[in-house]
């Protein structure tokens, strides 16, 4: 029998949560402290001193001996800089361990090494990192040994913000605002901040390292550049749910271990679609933390791994022609009083609220469909969004059979007078009828599905921040309620007005529901009939960010200047075209160095036996061997013509000014190069002795785990 593993007892084991605080804190401070949480507002820097003390005082105890701002800078994952507790040695050479609360509250890492587009040249290159005490420091153990994590973000010293959590923060201040005027109008006197709850699942890979270290181009990518499919991919459907494979079910133990610690709420884990693939979804928390949390998770998923002999994959998409990983964002808004927006709920006027918080998010994702689209733009999306593979580039909202006939009604005739089936949900309104309860049933293909009382936005790639998705999520919402509340909180007859309003919105909004199946080329049609945008690649994608239309919608609402959205652009492009070199450069050193000397080696072995036999007999049939060395040697030469364009094409996109510029370069011709390059050596791979292969192929990597 192994360990017994006591999960109440390690669980938030290494977080300084209100527990601890509650221990450790002077009374009075103790409140301070969990009002500015429940506030969100700043550290009162009356106080920060005696927080830093007890916090330096419980880690220590634990094993710390240095802290680090933990923040999340635009390159994706997080960053940190360390310091050790230790003070300069005394007169008798004794050290102190100290942490004020200054080195608390604020940070000054080296800007200058994190992308900023251009800010860091009109403002200033320096940085400070600032304690977000919503979300709690926690101790972090590996090979450093024990380091005290205080998450924060990232501003340069004029305020822009260089980093995905400063712009999450201002999102969810401005979707609280406005969610509580529209629950004010429907009487709610009670609620005092309305959060977004988000629930990320997360989709990865493993694989065996020492497999991994054999293929250049999982090491330098996250995936493979060659590989021809292996005679048994997905198709049998066996792995999905399946039984979790040993080594990997230790390995899910000892990742939900490390999660627990940290007070992530691990909950489920199965195996995913493909072979080798899994996912793991915690339990929803407020943004903001769960955003943390998830960063956490993919920090933990690549740890443990390398501790047992495996990596974890988590781009997009490590094998061409197998089913790529994402993220479902959930999404919903949640009350302090308990109330959830998003669910149609058990009165007539939670009813109504329900049906205009759907009509104003319908107005948003409408609207704002380029946004979202773009939030979910990373480069190893590009190889599922609008490929051969869910979900679709085009945004759209799947509501279920019974909420669209409910539009439907309003739509046609005005009013909706009957509903279709089931358990009753009371509108109270004459014109409205009743829903029933639980009509949401499921449709994987769409983008943006109701799953009973939130959205799941599926768009976001795997190895990708859900910061931007929610960010967008959190600011369209804002605008469409404040719009809706604007008029509202104005009308005469609240009842007829609010009827008015959500037929309007269904009505003006409609086109962005479907509910039949995304993957379809007759959706693709029929969207563009429609007029819905399909945005079909990340540098397509990218100038979403700086229309009109978004400058104005996050300046109202203060969360990103005009320049901060430029800026983030920049990156986006810089991002881009830096990835793709990296890629083709590594396909360029394969092809030469390991994949044409190995097919080389082939056919010299194939021509020395066809000799040898025709030596020996000259009557006996070689033309097995002969249409071999043919095959082989046609496609070897297709090989070296298409390296000869990849280099030229690479280097020439190499050398063009401007991110911009660069990156449509990279994508229109860098990318199709990469691909012919590609092809041929796929073929090969299929013809090659597997023993002369100089690298692990897709059956190897995806079925021996
Ligand atoms: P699925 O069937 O899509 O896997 P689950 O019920 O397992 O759905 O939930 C998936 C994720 O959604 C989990 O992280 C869960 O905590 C989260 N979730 C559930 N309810 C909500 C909610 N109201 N708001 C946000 N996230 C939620
Ligand atoms: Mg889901």
Redo the contacts with the bound molecule.
């Keep these: 029998m192994s360990e017994v593993m006591n999960v109440a007892e390690i669980f938030g084991k290494n977080v300084f949560n209100e527990t601890v605080m509650r221990e450790r804190l002077p009374k009075s401070v103790f409140k301070k402290m969990k009002k500015t949480i429940e506030d969100g507002a700043e550290l009162d820097p009356s106080i920060a001193d005696v927080v830093a003390h007890a916090m330096k005082d419980w880690a220590i105890e634990r094993g710390a001996t240095h802290y680090t701002h933990w923040f999340q800078p635009l390159t994706g994952v997080t960053a940190e800089k360390h310091d050790s507790f230790i003070s300069a040695p005394d007169a008798e050479g004794k050290v102190i361990m100290e942490f004020s609360g200054k080195e608390l509250i604020k940070g000054e890492p080296d800007a200058s090494s994190f992308p900023s587009g251009g800010l860091r040249a009109t403002f200033e290159a320096r940085g400070y990192t600032a304690w977000d005490c919503t979300s709690p420091a926690f101790l972090r153990e590996d090979a450093c040994g024990v380091t005290l994590c205080i998450p924060t973000a990232f501003c340069s010293y004029t305020g822009e913000a260089l980093d995905q959590k400063t712009p999450l923060l201002r999102s969810m201040q401005a979707i609280d605002e406005q969610s509580l005027r529209i629950l004010r109008l429907f009487g709610n006197t009670t609620a005092k901040r309305v959060c977004?709850?988000?629930?990320?699942?997360q989709e990865y890979f493993i694989v065996d390292r020492q497999k991994y270290l054999q293929r250049k181009d999982l090491i330098y990518t996250g995936r493979t550049l060659f590989g021809a499919m292996p005679p048994k991919g997905q198709e049998l459907d066996d792995h999905y749910f399946g039984a979790i494979r040993e080594r990997i079910g230790a390995y899910m133990k000892a990742v939900n271990e490390e999660l627990w610690k940290l007070g992530v709420?691990a909950?489920?884990q199965h195996n995913e679609v493909a072979p080798a693939q899994h996912e793991l979804?915690?339990?929803?928390?407020q943004a903001n933390l769960a955003v943390d949390h998830n960063q956490m998770v993919m920090e933990t998923l690549k740890k443990v791994a390398g501790r047992q002999g495996l990596t974890c994959l988590l781009h997009e998409k490590p094998f061409a022609g197998v089913n790529g990983s994402g993220k479902?964002n959930?999404?919903?808004l949640?009350s302090d009083d308990g109330v959830?927006l998003?669910?149609p709920g058990d009165t007539p006027h939670e009813n109504i609220q329900f049906l205009l918080v759907l009509a104003c998010i319908l107005k948003a994702v409408d609207t704002h469909a380029d946004l979202l689209r773009e939030s979910a733009a990373d480069i190893g999306n590009d190889h599922r969004l609008g490929a051969n593979e869910a979900p679709p580039a085009i945004i759209s909202v799947f509501l279920g059979e019974q909420l669209e006939d409910v539009i439907d009604q309003l739509c046609s005739t005005g009013e909706a007078t009957h509903s279709k089936s089931g358990g009753t949900l009371k509108t109270g309104v004459a014109t409205l009828p009743d829903l029933d309860k639980d009509a949401t049933d499921?449709n994987r293909t769409s983008p943006f599905a109701f799953?009973?009382?939130?959205f799941?936005f599926r768009m976001v790639g795997s190895s990708d921040s859900i910061a931007p998705a929610n960010v967008v999520l959190n600011t369209i919402v804002a605008e469409a309620f404040k719009e809706a509340a604007d008029e509202l909180e104005k009308a005469d007859d609240f009842d007829t007005a609010v009827h008015d309003m959500i037929k309007k919105l269904f009505r003006d909004h409609k086109r962005i529901i479907f509910n039949g199946n995304g993957y379809s080329d007759a959706w693709v049609e029929e969207a563009g009939r429609r007029g819905l945008p399909n945005i079909r690649s990340m540098v397509e994608a990218i100038p979403a960010l700086t229309t009109d239309k978004a400058v104005k919608l996050y300046e109202s609402f203060g969360v990103f200047t005009k320049a901060e959205l430029e800026s983030r652009a920049e990156v986006e492009y810089e991002a881009y075209g830096k990835m793709i070199n990296i890629e083709a450069r590594t396909m360029i050193d394969m092809a030469g160095k390991q994949i044409i000397p190995a097919v080389i080696k082939y056919t010299t072995q194939l021509a020395g036996s066809l000799g040898a036999v025709k030596a020996a007999c000259p009557e006996a049939d070689t033309s097995v061997q002969a249409e071999l060395l043919t095959e082989t040697s046609a496609l070897l030469s297709d090989m070296k013509v298409a390296l000869a364009a990849l280099i030229d094409i690479t280097e020439e996109a190499a050398g063009v000014e401007g991110a911009e510029t660069q990156a449509h370069v990279y994508h229109e011709k860098v990318v199709p190069a990469m691909a012919a390059l590609r092809a041929p050596a796929d073929k090969l791979e299929m013809i090659v002795d597997k023993d002369l292969w100089p690298f692990p192929s897709y059956g190897d990597l995806m079925f021996e785990v």
Excluded at 281 to 285: F, K, L, M, R, S
Excluded at 451 to 454: A, D, I, P, Y
């Design positions: 977004p709850s988000v629930g990320p699942e709420t909950k489920t979804a915690p339990i929803y928390d479902h959930n999404w919903s949640t959830n998003l669910n499921r799953t009973g009382n939130k799941e």
